[in-house]
């Protein structure tokens, strides 16, 4: 099993930055892939950002490009998001998940956060 804590999540005014981080513990050498997802309130869970663990390899959300960043520690088997230029819509929970070769689509994810709360105030 693979166990995953994601902190950094807060509240930001529009325009600020939020670096969100996500730890991976227990089972971690048969993850080889790592992504964020977010949920806003009465909407479905979508995908926002997505790397390889070795960190050669990103993917982005059309919404997100250009914003966000996410990266990856191997040896700290931690991957981040940093969010800049934050917008009342990036508003949500964010999840951190991992997996062995998923990509861009959450079913196919094995592992998941608990998930953290960000609040993008205008």
């Known amino acids: 099993q693979v166990q995953l804590v994601e902190s950094g999540g807060g509240l930001v005014q529009a325009g600020g930055s939020l670096r969100l981080s996500c730890a991976a513990s227990g089972r971690t050498f048969n993850i080889y892939t790592m992504g964020w997802f977010r949920q806003a309130p009465g909407k479905e869970r979508e995908f926002v950002a997505t790397?390889?663990?070795?960190?050669?390899?990103?993917d982005y959300a059309e919404s997100v490009k250009g914003r966000f960043t996410i990266s990856s520690d191997n040896a700290k088997n931690t991957v981040y998001l940093q969010m800049n230029s934050l917008k009342p819509e990036d508003t949500g929970v964010y999840y951190c998940?991992?997996?062995?070769?998923?990509?861009?689509?959450?079913?196919?994810?094995?592992?998941w956060g608990q998930g953290t709360q960000v609040t993008v105030s205008s």
């Open positions: 998940a991992a997996d062995r070769d998923a990509w861009r689509l959450g079913s196919d994810y094995d592992y």
């Open positions: 790397v390889t663990k070795s960190g050669g390899n990103t």
